[in-house]
């Protein structure tokens, strides 16, 4: 059984037909051989004429997100852009009620209640996301896109054994014997390293450890070969000693498996670690996308970006900085200004009339602060 | 802790209301019944309803109106009465129970787990069996039957006051056993035991009419409330009222104790 | 978990030991009215020579324990003696009544079961809505009505009135409709807003999130997540279900004259008719030590945690 890096690629019916340019052939089902071609191959099976979000995993334009709360419609998420490409690992920082989750629950109908408005566009390999299509949403959930959520000991049925999760999944999207589900389950499991992945499968969750069901999650989310995995918060309720093991495995997982990443969290230093590339998340807006190896060599331009960096522990005599005051809840950041000028001691005066322009600062660095324009 | 009065919703205030309707209408009883509850008068038997006789007679001619008047105090009266006892035994069994630990926690553990599943009618039922029907009995039956579940309650209640750091804060400073659990445990039982409390009245009041329907509670010729739906059920194809208002006088506390109760339990569950 | 029900399981005996030591000697401690009783059951005067030959007959001039002996080595062949009122075993009688009470049971089960389902499902999907708000006020509510006013306005209404059902008496399907109703009335409500308050806690857990991440149809989710974890709750109080159900038998058969073991026991305390009584605490308490044996292992069955004891893997 060989294992190369391969291009992700929903199995049983084709799917669109630029993925399937893409590949050139479908995944074996068990995993045996994947045909694997180059990016550079990939894009010019597609040819010189690009559409939009061609060629990336996970393109997001202009994404807007409100909730309707009574008489009010309050914007949680404005304008958010973002790019993920084939095999890359991308991540989306932010404090708690930044809108991180309900930016990547929008894009995949997984937003509680009917209260919300999403505007904007986005498109999964290739193809445009209906955000108000119920089934087109829930047929490319846990098939073409992969979600990871937070709690692994309360995201499994308590009642019902791992095999039986793996089971349901795959027989909500394709069609194929139980025999070979369970071939593909332990094989999923077994490139995850689980040891024993029968016993597992076989086993109720309370009778494994976080570590395990988490590790399970990413195999059921893996098992259908999907494009794009997106994981929650990953490291927040796991022991500090396994999280060095979960962020290795989700940086194995692009070779492994070769599926691209999409990471949340509001720990920095863990993604950091991980990721290619940084989204920081403030007010609703993302105000910061720059290249892990530019933030680390400190370019970051955004304050909060800046502030988040040095705010890290380490080995020195300097006192840890915090950033003084607290992010703004939903009501107060309403309208297009600048989320954090309370707490920004970098400000000017003319940071009240800015309406939160994007300005680009390098190759894939773009910044929303007047601090950034004169450098563009 | 009690809700203000003028913030309880309107059903709330209703119930109250008629309930203290009924409890006044029932202590007045010896001013207010057009006439006395025993008085047979054969002439007059089954007649219907008419001014002399607001709720007409019975097969005896008694005064249906002024059987009621006395029969809730009978019937609620000793309700309350059982009820009362059920819970100063109950949480006080309980609350001792856990409070000393040991072996007579391990005791009162045992007990009510064995009664759980014997439901406390058929409790009852095996009680009487025993003693044999009349007033007393049934009061006695009921109570045995029902103290084990507050003691219970009281019991879990108790152990996870004690467990609180201030209650090890006020061991710690030497404040006796009584003490505390006059001024530690009892503070948190209260608002649990009011809530049950009024449910139980309702419940106890029912079973008394029950067993008094089947005839193994109180006897003839006591004016009470299951004795009078009993008779009136023979005749409800002819005289329904026979049987309608006393029913009507046992459903309608009931039912506002109910309400009462369950706002309250909802109430205080939010509070936590 | 076996370990659990064996040790479940061999409680019984000392719990109907101690059920039959308390059953004989409540009767011993007025031994003249047992005499009494039994005169009266067979219609014969109460004089001495007869009291003395009931009492030579009963063995009460034994002492206590050889009395007690005599009586349970009968008791656990299930033989109680003979009914002070008529010629028949007291084993037949009881076990007549409680197949009986068990045919009342049963089909009350039956209504509950659906309805309590259909109208706990219902307020789920819409709560808040009519239905749900109904049923709240009439669990509440309807729980102050006492079943024996129920019974007879049914029997008012559908039997008299509208002349739809029979009324009392025999045992037929027919006439198991009413009875059945009048006891699962109440309860229905209670357990449809159990179920209801389930299913909708279940709906907003983790677990149900994440199936709808992976891409599970909503039906697929109810039916395979939801239902089940919120069953498990009420399957854990069947035991104490099945005790309610009992006690409420006791009045229902009483107001419908259904000849179960309700009517039976009633009618035993009213005529002080001992063995009955003995032989009814004695068969009850242990209809209900076994009932909460099997309720343990329906939700061990259910539930893995249980089943399988808390462990970490």
Same mark, same amino acid.
């Given at each position: 059984?060989?294992?190369?890096?391969?291009?992700?690629?929903?199995?049983?019916?084709?799917?669109?037909?630029?993925?399937?340019?893409?590949?050139?052939?479908?995944?074996?089902?068990?995993?045996?051989?994947?045909?694997?071609?180059?990016?550079?191959?990939?894009?010019?099976?597609?040819?010189?004429?690009?559409?939009?979000?061609?060629?990336?995993?996970?393109?997001?334009?202009?994404?807007?997100?409100?909730?309707?709360?009574?008489?009010?419609?309050?914007?949680?998420?404005?304008?958010?852009?973002?790019?993920?490409?084939?095999?890359?690992?991308?991540?989306?920082?932010?404090?708690?009620?930044?809108?991180?989750?309900?930016?990547?629950?929008?894009?995949?109908?997984?937003?509680?209640?009917?209260?919300?408005?999403?505007?904007?566009?986005?498109?999964?390999?290739?193809?445009?996301?209906?955000?108000?299509?119920?089934?087109?949403?829930? =047929?490319?959930?846990?098939?073409?896109?992969?979600?990871?959520?937070?709690?692994?000991?309360?995201?499994?049925?308590?009642?019902?054994?791992?095999?039986?999760?793996?089971?349901?999944?795959?027989?909500?999207?394709?069609?194929?014997?139980?025999?070979?589900?369970?071939?593909?389950?332990?094989?999923?499991?077994?490139?995850?390293?689980?040891?024993?992945?029968?016993?597992?499968?076989?086993?109720?969750?309370?009778?494994?450890?976080?570590?395990?069901?988490?590790?399970?999650?990413?195999?059921?989310?893996?098992?259908?070969?999907?494009?794009?995995?997106?994981?929650?918060?990953?490291?927040?309720?796991?022991?500090?000693?396994?999280?060095?093991?979960?962020?290795?495995?989700?940086?194995?997982?692009?070779?492994?498996?070769?599926?691209?990443?999409?990471?949340?969290?509001?720990?920095? =230093?863990?993604?950091?670690?991980?990721?290619?590339?940084?989204?920081?998340?403030?007010?609703?807006?993302?105000?910061?996308?720059?290249?892990?190896?530019?933030?680390?060599?400190?370019?970051?331009?955004?304050?909060?970006?800046?502030?988040?960096?040095?705010?890290?522990?380490?080995?020195?005599?300097?006192?840890?900085?915090?950033?003084?005051?607290?992010?703004?809840?939903?009501?107060?950041?309403?309208?297009?200004?600048?989320?954090?000028?309370?707490?920004?001691?970098?400000?000017?005066?003319?940071?009240?009339?800015?309406?939160?322009?994007?300005?680009?600062?390098?190759?894939?660095?773009?910044?929303?602060?007047?601090?950034?324009?004169?450098?563009? | 802790?009690?809700?203000?009065?003028?913030?309880?919703?309107?059903?709330?205030?209703?119930?109250?209301?008629?309930?203290?309707?009924?409890?006044?209408?029932?202590?007045?009883?010896?001013?207010?019944?057009?006439?006395?509850?025993?008085?047979?008068?054969?002439?007059?038997?089954?007649?219907?309803?008419?001014?002399?006789?607001?709720?007409?007679?019975?097969?005896?001619?008694?005064?249906?109106?002024?059987?009621?008047?006395?029969?809730?105090?009978?019937?609620?009266?000793?309700?309350?009465?059982?009820?009362?006892?059920?819970?100063?035994?109950?949480?006080?069994?309980?609350?001792?129970?856990?409070?000393?630990?040991?072996?007579?926690?391990?005791?009162?553990?045992?007990?009510?787990?064995?009664?759980?599943?014997?439901?406390?009618?058929?409790?009852?039922?095996?009680?009487?069996?025993?003693?044999?029907?009349?007033?007393?009995?049934?009061?006695?039956?009921?109570?045995?039957?029902?103290?084990?579940?507050?003691?219970?309650?009281?019991?879990?209640?108790?152990?996870?006051?004690?467990?609180?750091?201030?209650?090890?804060?006020?061991?710690?400073?030497?404040?006796?056993?009584?003490?505390?659990?006059?001024?530690?445990?009892?503070?948190?039982?209260?608002?649990?035991?009011?809530?049950?409390?009024?449910?139980?009245?309702?419940?106890?009041?029912?079973?008394?009419?029950?067993?008094?329907?089947?005839?193994?509670?109180?006897?003839?010729?006591?004016?009470?409330?299951?004795?009078?739906?009993?008779?009136?059920?023979?005749?409800?194809?002819?005289?329904?009222?026979?049987?309608?208002?006393?029913?009507?006088?046992?459903?309608?506390?009931?039912?506002?104790?109910?309400?009462?109760?369950?706002?309250?339990?909802?109430?205080?569950?939010?509070?936590? | 978990?076996?370990?659990?029900?064996?040790?479940?399981?061999?409680?019984?005996?000392?719990?109907?030991?101690?059920?039959?030591?308390?059953?004989?000697?409540?009767?011993?401690?007025?031994?003249?009215?047992?005499?009494?009783?039994?005169?009266?059951?067979?219609?014969?005067?109460?004089?001495?020579?007869?009291?003395?030959?009931?009492?030579?007959?009963?063995?009460?001039?034994?002492?206590?324990?050889?009395?007690?002996?005599?009586?349970?080595?009968?008791?656990?062949?299930?033989?109680?003696?003979?009914?002070?009122?008529?010629?028949?075993?007291?084993?037949?009688?009881?076990?007549?009544?409680?197949?009986?009470?068990?045919?009342?049971?049963?089909?009350?089960?039956?209504?509950?079961?659906?309805?309590?389902?259909?109208?706990?499902?219902?307020?789920?999907?819409?709560?808040?809505?009519?239905?749900?708000?109904?049923?709240?006020?009439?669990?509440?509510?309807?729980?102050?009505?006492?079943?024996?006013?129920?019974?007879?306005?049914?029997?008012?209404?559908?039997?008299?009135?509208?002349?739809?059902?029979?009324?009392?008496?025999?045992?037929?399907?027919?006439?198991?409709?009413?009875?059945?109703?009048?006891?699962?009335?109440?309860?229905?409500?209670?357990?449809?807003?159990?179920?209801?308050?389930?299913?909708?806690?279940?709906?907003?857990?983790?677990?149900?999130?994440?199936?709808?991440?992976?891409?599970?149809?909503?039906?697929?989710?109810? =039916?395979?997540?939801?239902?089940?974890?919120?069953?498990?709750?009420?399957?854990?109080?069947?035991?104490?279900?099945?005790?309610?159900?009992?006690?409420?038998?006791?009045?229902?058969?009483?107001?419908?004259?259904?000849?179960?073991?309700?009517?039976?026991?009633?009618?035993?305390?009213?005529?002080?008719?001992?063995?009955?009584?003995?032989?009814?605490?004695?068969?009850?308490?242990?209809?209900?030590?076994?009932?909460?044996?099997?309720?343990?292992?329906?939700?061990?069955?259910?539930?893995?945690?249980?089943?399988?004891?808390?462990?970490?893997?």
């Amino acid at each position: 059984m060989t294992l190369r890096p391969s291009y992700p690629y929903p199995i049983g019916e084709t799917g669109s037909p630029e993925a399937a340019a893409l590949t050139g052939q479908p995944l074996a089902l068990t995993g045996a051989t994947m045909v694997v071609p180059t990016l550079e191959e990939a894009e010019e099976a597609i040819g010189p004429e690009l559409r939009p979000g061609q060629g990336n995993v996970l393109s997001v334009k202009a994404l807007s997100v409100d909730l309707l709360e009574r008489s009010d419609r309050l914007t949680v998420v404005r304008e958010a852009s973002l790019e993920i490409g084939p095999r890359e690992i991308v991540g989306l920082i932010g404090e708690s009620g930044g809108g991180k989750s309900v930016f990547w629950r929008s894009l995949f109908g997984l937003l509680r209640g009917a209260n919300w408005r999403v505007a904007g566009e986005a498109f999964l390999m290739g193809k445009p996301l209906n955000f108000t299509d119920e089934e087109a949403s829930r =047929k490319s959930r846990g098939r073409e896109v992969g979600i990871v959520p937070q709690d692994p000991m309360g995201s499994f049925d308590p009642v019902r054994t791992i095999w039986n999760h793996f089971l349901e999944t795959a027989q909500a999207h394709v069609d194929i014997p139980a025999q070979e589900i369970r071939a593909m389950a332990e094989d999923s499991l077994a490139k995850l390293y689980v040891d024993n992945p029968g016993r597992i499968l076989d086993s109720y969750p309370f009778q494994c450890s976080g570590g395990t069901l988490q590790r399970a999650m990413v195999a059921i989310s893996a098992m259908l070969g999907p494009a794009l995995l997106i994981a929650d918060e990953p490291t927040t309720s796991v022991d500090v000693t396994v999280r060095l093991e979960v962020l290795s495995l989700l940086k194995s997982l692009r070779e492994r498996i070769g599926t691209s990443l999409l990471l949340i969290s509001h720990d920095l =230093k863990a993604v950091m670690s991980v990721a290619d590339e940084l989204n920081v998340m403030y007010g609703g807006y993302i105000v910061e996308r720059i290249k892990t190896g530019d933030l680390v060599a400190g370019k970051a331009q955004h304050p909060y970006a800046k502030k988040l960096i040095k705010a890290r522990p380490r080995f020195s005599r300097e006192r840890l900085e915090s950033i003084p005051g607290a992010p703004p809840s939903l009501r107060e950041r309403q309208g297009e200004r600048c989320p954090f000028l309370p707490r920004c001691d970098q400000s000017r005066p003319s940071c009240s009339d800015y309406a939160m322009e994007a300005f680009r600062v390098g190759q894939g660095h773009f910044v929303r602060c007047l601090l950034a324009k004169g450098e563009a | 802790m009690i809700p203000k009065l003028r913030a309880l919703p309107v059903r709330i205030h209703i119930c109250l209301g008629v309930l203290l309707a009924m409890a006044l209408a029932s202590l007045l009883a010896g001013v207010i019944a057009p006439h006395d509850p025993v008085t047979i008068d054969i002439k007059n038997t089954l007649a219907p309803m008419s001014w002399d006789y607001p709720f007409g007679t019975d097969q005896l001619g008694r005064c249906l109106l002024s059987r009621c008047l006395y029969a809730i105090r009978l019937t609620f009266g000793v309700a309350l009465l059982i009820a009362l006892l059920t819970i100063a035994v109950g949480s006080a069994i309980g609350v001792t129970a856990a409070y000393l630990g040991g072996l007579a926690d391990q005791i009162v553990r045992i007990v009510s787990d064995a009664s759980l599943s014997i439901p406390s009618m058929i409790f009852v039922i095996l009680i009487v069996g025993f003693l044999g029907p009349g007033t007393e009995n049934i009061i006695l039956a009921i109570l045995l039957a029902q103290w084990v579940w507050y003691a219970r309650v009281a019991r879990g209640l108790a152990l996870r006051i004690t467990s609180y750091g201030y209650v090890r804060a006020a061991k710690l400073s030497g404040t006796g056993p009584v003490g505390i659990i006059v001024w530690h445990i009892f503070p948190g039982l209260v608002t649990q035991m009011v809530t049950q409390f009024t449910l139980l009245i309702g419940s106890t009041a029912l079973s008394l009419a029950g067993f008094s329907f089947l005839g193994l509670g109180v006897q003839p010729p006591s004016a009470e409330l299951g004795l009078m739906i009993s008779d009136g059920c023979e005749l409800i194809q002819t005289h329904a009222w026979m049987m309608f208002w006393p029913s009507l006088t046992l459903i309608i506390p009931v039912a506002c104790l109910n309400v009462i109760g369950d706002y309250f339990s909802d109430y205080w569950r939010s509070k936590q | 978990m076996k370990g659990f029900l064996v040790k479940q399981a061999l409680l019984i005996i000392p719990v109907v030991l101690l059920v039959s030591i308390l059953a004989f000697s409540l009767v011993r401690v007025f031994p003249s009215d047992v005499v009494a009783s039994y005169l009266k059951g067979h219609q014969q005067a109460y004089t001495p020579e007869n009291v003395a030959m009931v009492k030579a007959k009963l063995g009460l001039d034994k002492p206590v324990t050889e009395q007690y002996f005599d009586w349970i080595s009968k008791a656990v062949r299930f033989d109680f003696g003979m009914s002070y009122y008529s010629n028949l075993k007291v084993s037949d009688i009881i076990y007549a009544g409680f197949l009986s009470t068990l045919r009342l049971t049963g089909a009350t089960l039956v209504w509950l079961v659906i309805f309590s389902y259909l109208l706990g499902f219902y307020s789920a999907k819409n709560p808040d809505g009519l239905v749900d708000n109904v049923s709240r006020a009439v669990a509440i509510i309807g729980n102050a009505v006492p079943v024996f006013v129920l019974g007879f306005v049914f029997i008012q209404i559908f039997a008299l009135w509208l002349k739809l059902l029979p009324v009392s008496g025999k045992l037929s399907l027919a006439h198991v409709v009413l009875p059945s109703i009048s006891l699962a009335f109440g309860n229905v409500c209670v357990y449809a807003r159990m179920l209801r308050n389930e299913m909708l806690d279940n709906a907003e857990k983790p677990f149900v999130f994440y199936a709808k991440a992976r891409g599970l149809k909503t039906s697929a989710i109810f =039916k395979k997540h939801i239902l089940g974890n919120s069953l498990l709750p009420i399957a854990g109080t069947a035991g104490v279900c099945f005790g309610h159900l009992i006690a409420g038998t006791v009045i229902v058969e009483n107001v419908f004259a259904w000849p179960g073991l309700g009517s039976i026991i009633t009618t035993a305390i009213l005529s002080r008719n001992y063995p009955v009584i003995q032989g009814y605490t004695v068969c009850i308490v242990l209809v209900f030590i076994i009932a909460n044996l099997l309720s343990d292992i329906f939700a061990a069955t259910l539930d893995p945690r249980i089943r399988l004891g808390n462990s970490a893997g």
